[in-house]
């Protein structure tokens, strides 16, 4: 290490300051310490016989300094070095407090060890004290070596206030301390100062070890593929090492829920000492999985589930799943959703490297047999499959690109013919008008979307925001009459409330761009997704819409002092919910449903891996319900509202 020095600073500041600066890391510390091995400064207190009085007892008289003199200074002021005094005029002489003050002016770092004070008699009896001081070679520039990722100028503007002042350890080491924490603060927590040395005319010279990763490692592994452990890595060797960056990496490699925990370990390189290597060390965790289940559910009835997914498919992240639901039928329907048995079937598969790093493809088959909600006592049959691409766009890392293809063939069918007759004849509407509303067909469709995510987490989010835009673009196989496009798009922000709540805002809305959209794909308002304390459509359904929301998600009191994990992530929630359907359909006057609503509440959400949050809430209407509407209605729901 090379260390500070010049002919007037050498042996002198460093040997008496003995300045430590230390990086403040997380991980471990590093030292570097200036010394030098020189004496003490030379204090010379000369004491001229003439003032040297003495009694019969041979004690000296008390004498006393009428004037103070500073010799030497150039840049420092006198007056300065006069405050650091204990010594002032009028006071009486004392060798031992001019020595501790030369001591004094010494620490301040500005001044050569070179130091004297000399009393100089006066008529009166009295002294002038003529402290005479040599001073330190002003510091006439700065070199800066090594630094990558900090600019001159971001590192200057800590050292030119010293530009022009003679040299200070002190003031000097201080400016480091401030280099370095101005590296932490980006996320450089290995970068430090690790040589500075001045030249004859005062420059200084300083060299920075940024940190550089010599080697990036994976451990821990045994089914996961280390190729695909590391294509989550975007760090890579022979860059400076960024605390936040390897975060995201760390992220991002949880998210792909085929690990249970995500470490690093940081350490000097036995290669290259001045280099670190970075150890990714993961646990992973039983991905692959069996589920049966059943029970009384509001929409299915009674249900049986059954299910088999992996999350690490031959251990390349892949995840593919089954699952197959089955219902008796809805259970506490309101009169225009017709009891029938509920069946569905929906296989997925993900890849999350399609073609490069930056995309990603899901791909599903799925078959839906069920009482219609969007018809009122029709039961509605959806086969088909879709595949989404989506792209992260490398000029903003928040912003995803989403392209859609999908197949599906939509049949809806009469349920209760008697029924449905009786009502549009009370409303005196042409039974004509039935055909309209069973209108289905076979539906090829493109959708472009965007994604925009700066959410902390995904897991109960506290900060960030997420939106998205969604352009459905469906192109009718038989024959192009039912053909239709419509525009999508939610924001969702997140505000922090304390230290573990947030409260968020929503704003959603959507419309028919263009053509005839069947009334089975009309816009619906109700339900878990959209204004809770409604049953599925029963605020309404129609040609387009807008909605808002604000939440507050706080931890349930007291439940963390139970640390079970899985507790963690059980949110409770007060909600306020509001929205408006426009262009009503038919099912809408049939059943008077209220077209615009206000809904408050509260509920329970939690976390599950896999699905996302499940939601159960409780909403009252605070306007008016319609004459089917009902006072208050559990909701529950799988998944983000945004969608």
């Known amino acids: 290490m090379r260390v500070l020095h010049s002919r007037y600073i050498t042996k002198k500041i460093l040997i008496f300051l003995s300045i430590i600066l230390t990086i403040t890391s997380p991980i471990f510390a590093q030292e570097v310490q200036f010394s030098d091995t020189g004496s003490q400064p030379n204090i010379e207190v000369k004491m001229p016989k003439e003032i040297k009085k003495t009694t019969q007892n041979n004690v000296e008289d008390a004498v006393y300094i009428k ?321 989404t691409v989506a792209h992260k766009v490398k000029s903003n890392k928040h912003l995803t690109s989403t392209l859609s293809l999908g197949l599906e063939n939509v049949n809806v069918r009469e349920g209760d013919y008697d029924a449905i007759a009786s009502l549009y004849s009370a409303h005196n509407i042409d039974i004509s008008e039935r055909a309209r509303q069973l209108q289905g067909g076979t539906f090829l469709s493109l959708s472009p979307g965007l994604i925009y995510d700066t959410r902390d987490t995904a897991i109960n989010p506290r900060n960030g925001l997420l939106a998205n835009v969604r352009f459905d673009e469906a192109v009718d196989l038989a024959g192009f009459a039912n053909s239709y496009g419509k525009l999508t798009g939610s924001v969702k922000k997140y505000i922090p409330v304390g230290k573990k709540s947030s409260l968020s805002f929503l704003a959603r809305g959507g419309g028919k761009a263009w053509g005839d959209m069947p009334e089975v794909m009309a816009y619906r308002l109700g339900g878990p997704y959209s204004i809770r304390g409604y049953r599925m459509s029963g605020v309404g359904t129609g040609d387009a819409f807008i909605m808002g929301s604000a939440e507050l998600a706080t931890p349930i009191p007291f439940l963390d002092k139970l640390k079970v994990q899985f507790l963690d992530n059980v949110r409770m929630t007060f909600f306020l919910d509001a929205g408006k359907i426009f262009s009503p359909t038919v099912t809408d006057v049939i059943y008077d449903r209220p077209m615009q609503a206000i809904t408050a509440g509260m509920g329970l959400k939690v976390y599950i891996p896999g699905m996302g949050p499940l939601s159960v809430d409780y909403g009252i209407p605070l306007t008016n319900s319609g004459a089917t509407g009902s006072k208050g209605y559990f909701t529950f729901g799988v998944g983000d509202m945004m969608y």
């Open 67 to 387: 004037d103070i003199e500073i010799v030497g200074t150039n840049i420092i002021k006198p007056e300065y070095v006069l405050n650091r005094l204990q010594l002032q005029r009028g006071e009486e002489f004392s060798r031992n407090i001019i020595q501790n003050d030369l001591k004094n002016i010494y620490q301040m770092g500005f001044f050569t060890e070179k130091m004297k004070a000399i009393p100089i008699s006066n008529p009166d009896g009295s002294i002038t004290l003529k402290i005479v001081l040599e001073e330190n070679t002003p510091i006439t520039d700065f070199t800066i070596d090594a630094n990558t990722v900090v600019s001159n100028e971001e590192i200057l503007q800590f050292l030119m206030p010293l530009k022009g002042e003679p040299q200070n350890i002190a003031d000097i080491n201080s400016a480091i301390q401030k280099i370095q924490d101005y590296y932490v603060a980006k996320g450089y927590i290995l970068a430090r100062v690790d040589s500075l040395y001045d030249d004859p005319d005062g420059t200084i010279n300083i060299h920075i070890n940024e940190g550089e990763i010599n080697k990036i490692l994976i451990s821990g592994n045994e089914k996961t593929k280390d190729y695909v452990v590391a294509r989550n890595i975007l760090t890579e060797a022979g860059t400076v090492y960024n605390e936040n960056l390897i975060r995201e990496d760390l992220v991002r490699l949880y998210a792909t829920q085929a690990f249970k925990d995500v470490k690093r370990d940081i350490e000097p390189s036995a290669e290259a000492p001045t280099k670190y290597d970075v150890t990714i060390q993961i646990e992973e965790q039983r991905t692959a999985s069996v589920s049966l289940g059943g029970g009384l559910d509001s929409a299915t009835g009674i249900f049986g589930s059954a299910g088999i997914a992996d999350n690490n498919f031959r251990g390349l992240n892949q995840r593919v799943g089954l699952n197959v639901l089955a219902g008796s039928g809805v259970v506490l329907n309101d009169s225009s959703i017709i009891n029938h048995m509920n069946i569905q079937a929906e296989l997925s598969f993900f890849e999350p490297h399609f073609l490069n790093a930056d995309n990603s493809l899901m791909n599903k088959i799925f078959f839906r047999d069920f009482g219609s909600y969007q018809i009122p006592l029709a039961i509605e049959r959806r086969i088909g499959a879709e595949a």
